[in-house]
């Protein structure tokens, strides 16, 4: 490469820089980061470092309902109603991504639209469940609420006062809800995984950096047959 066709492309490089919008803004960047760090915070201290993951825990919790505030009220393309799609569209969008032939979005397309919401669902779960297992005495409550009709544990010795107590309450509750709060983690490292490739797969199509895009904030202007 000679040095005029280095400094044309350099230029060229500058050029396309300077036309390209801003899409996220500072806070649905801040937050898709701090996700990032705080989930995986949480996923590496589960068995070893519990106060860690804790922590970790209510800052997902805390970032998760912080997202869902702004995409009541925040900027254009951080709100749900403007990339949220029903089933049908959705169906429709990945048909056309197995055949190659989706169209490029600006803001979220609708398969990533409905990874954003799967992703939210599940890390409220997540984090639910995980404030319950800290006391045992919200998981108890919790089981209260939910259960319509008591069992009937009595039995011909009159040991009524033994269900909900001791073991019984910790197989009614402990354990189980253990069993969701992890399955549910690994649900979310799951969509995680999905989430990447998808990234990968949209970056690849439409020769875009969605990595450093969510960094930037800041995409190539819609042209025909984008979706804006």
């Known amino acids: 490469m000679t040095i005029n066709d280095f400094a044309s492309t350099q230029s060229e490089s500058q050029d396309t ?60 393309y951080a709100r749900f109603t403007q990339f949220v799609r029903g089933p049908a569209q959705t169906l429709s969008y990945i048909g056309d991504m197995v055949a190659g032939r989706e169209r490029r979005y600006l803001g979220h397309n609708p398969a990533g639209a ?32 939910v259960q319509i009709v008591t069992p009937a544990f009595a039995d011909n010795d009159g040991n009524e006062a033994e269900a909900g107590t001791g073991g019984d309450l910790e197989r009614r509750t402990g354990s189980p809800l253990k069993e969701v709060h992890e399955t549910l983690a ?11 490739g998808g990234v990968a797969l949209a970056s690849f199509r439409h020769r875009e950096n969605l990595v450093r895009a969510m960094v930037t904030g800041r995409k190539r202007p819609p042209t025909p047959g984008d979706i804006a």
């Not at 701090?34 to 915070?41: E, I, K």
């Not at 996923?43 to 702004?70: F, K, M, N």
């Not at 409905?114 to 089981?143: C, H, K, Y």
């Open 186 to 196: 690994n649900l979310m490292f799951l969509l995680v995984a999905l989430h990447v």
């Open 17 to 76: 820089d300077a036309q390209q919008i801003r899409v996220w803004d500072p806070l649905v960047r801040l937050f898709h980061w701090s996700l990032v760090g705080a989930f995986a915070t949480a996923w590496l201290t589960a068995e070893d470092i519990q106060p860690v993951h804790q922590l970790a825990g209510y800052a997902v919790a805390g970032l998760v309902g912080l997202r869902v505030i702004w995409g009541l009220v925040g900027s254009r």
């Open 114 to 145: 409905a990874m954003v919401v799967a992703i939210l669902v599940t890390l409220s779960g997540t984090a639910f469940t995980g404030w319950l297992l800290e006391a045992p005495d919200r998981a108890a409550a919790a089981v209260g609420q």
